[in-house]
Nanobody, 125 residues
């Protein structure tokens, strides 16, 4: 599964960005999806996830209430709407696909099978 992330950029603190992740030509609805981020010198961390049907989402505490993950299975695309951005949100953001489903699996890096190339988000203060 090839994942193509896009939508990153430079934004001022308090601003918004929407990331997209497309998986063209695949049975997208068969995969649980997640967003992760990794800043220089730090481990990759969980941001948010969504189950195959889109009925269940989960978020890291650091982004709850600010970020929203959604998916459009007809368009083979998952989104991450990011509001009230903070300088500490600056990172390389990755989307990932898992053959498993449910928050227990989708909140953990180790259970993802496919990764996108990453898109940079920079939040200036």
């Amino acid at each position: 599964v090839q994942l193509q992330a896009s939508g990153g950029g430079l934004v001022q603190a308090g601003g918004s960005l929407t990331l997209s992740c497309a998986a063209p030509g695949h049975t997208f609805s068969s995969y649980g999806m997640g967003w992760f981020r990794q800043a220089p010198g730090r481990e990759r961390e969980f941001v948010g996830c969504i189950t195959r049907s889109g009925s269940v989402t989960d978020y890291a505490d650091s982004v709850k209430g600010r970020f929203t993950i959604s998916r459009d299975n007809a368009k083979n695309t998952v989104y991450l709407q990011m509001n009230s951005l903070k300088p500490e949100d600056t990172s390389l953001y990755y989307c990932a696909a898992s053959e498993r489903d449910g928050s227990y699996y989708l909140t953990q890096t180790v259970f993802y099978d496919y990764w996108g190339q990453g898109t940079q988000v920079t939040v200036s203060s």
